[in-house]
């Protein structure tokens, strides 16, 4: 009989990236456990990550085409589509149809998708929860990095002396990363101040909540560098080194959120909250700043 072998691997769900061990038994029975060895997790699961092997079956799994709920062969079931597609485009014109792809595509699938759908069909109208998710994040990146890239590590958070989590509820999305952070709080006094219109299970742990009125992050956040600017806490010399544009952006920031009292009435919660989280980040030099699709998901997030 087939000894049973182990296998490293990672867990698909959210973007942490947690290492996974995976045992296949000689009957084909796979259990799993985290890596202890991996960087992201050291061991940990979610309760996501730990039932992965409950997913592997076929079980509820849709294994051929359907069509008004009977299982069609795919030659049928292609012609039934390219059938519709062709008769809205000729009625309609080639804008009455759209692609919305997987995310979990690679980089040629999307390429033939957008060509088939671009060059072929004739129209613009193709998605994907891709951009849907990360769109901002990837314009935002371009614009201060030069890149779509993550300047910061998981080993970030060990080291901060306040961790700011803007449309992130991280107790429940991101949950193995949260319990480092809630490690870091505990074990050195890690500060954690929580943005979020609602109360969330990440808010419950945090060490302020800014429950703050839905679309006035951007106020918020203004506020934060107009007070930075007011009270000298900017380093003049990266600044001057590193960047270009700061003394538009500052101005702009200053002319929307001139007072500690301006931002409170247009965020809706108290201006002694919006004093504390402004003091709190400029007295505090290592300081991660993260956010989630609370953030990036927004109508005008990329102007």
């Excluded at 799993?32 to 940990?44: C, I, L, S």
């Excluded at 929860?129 to 614009?143: E, F, K, P, Q």
């Excluded at 003049?236 to 301006?262: N, Y």
Aim: a negative charge.
């Amino acid at each position: 009989m087939e000894e049973a072998r182990e296998v490293r691997t990672t867990c698909p769900y959210c973007g942490v990236g947690c290492g996974v061990l995976a045992k296949v038994a000689a009957d084909g029975t796979t259990t799993v456990r985290g890596d202890p060895e991996h960087p992201a997790n050291f061991g940990r699961l979610s309760s996501k990550g730990s039932a992965l092997a409950e997913t592997l079956g076929l079980e509820g799994r849709l294994l051929q085409p359907e069509i008004g709920g009977r299982q069609a062969g795919w030659d049928e079931a292609l012609d039934l589509v390219a059938e519709k597609f062709s008769r809205a485009i000729a009625e309609h014109g080639p804008d009455s149809v759209a692609f919305y792809v997987s995310g979990q595509l690679l980089t040629e699938d999307y390429y033939v998708a957008n060509k088939l759908m671009k060059g072929f069909v004739g129209s613009a109208n193709i998605d994907t929860n891709s951009r849907l998710c990360m769109a901002s994040s990837v314009a935002g990146h371009r614009r201060a990095f030069g890149e779509d890239i993550v300047p910061g590590v998981y080993e970030d958070f060990e080291h901060a002396d306040l961790i700011v989590l803007t449309g992130s509820n991280t107790a429940w999305c991101h949950p193995v990363l949260y319990q480092r952070m809630l490690t870091a709080r505990r074990e050195r006094g890690t500060k954690i101040v929580v943005i979020d219109p609602r109360r969330t299970a990440t808010a419950d742990e945090c060490d302020l909540h800014l429950a703050l009125d839905p679309g006035t992050d951007v106020l918020l956040f203004n506020g934060l560098l107009a007070h930075l600017v007011l009270t000298g806490k900017i380093d003049t010399d990266f600044i001057r080194d590193h960047t270009s544009g700061f003394d538009a952006t500052a101005a702009l920031a200053c002319a929307d959120a001139p007072s500690i009292a301006r931002v409170a009435k247009g965020c809706g919660f108290a201006a002694a909250d919006v004093q504390a989280f402004y003091d709190l980040f400029a007295d505090t030099d290592r300081t991660v700043t993260v956010y989630s699709q609370g953030v990036n998901q927004s109508a005008h997030g990329t102007d």
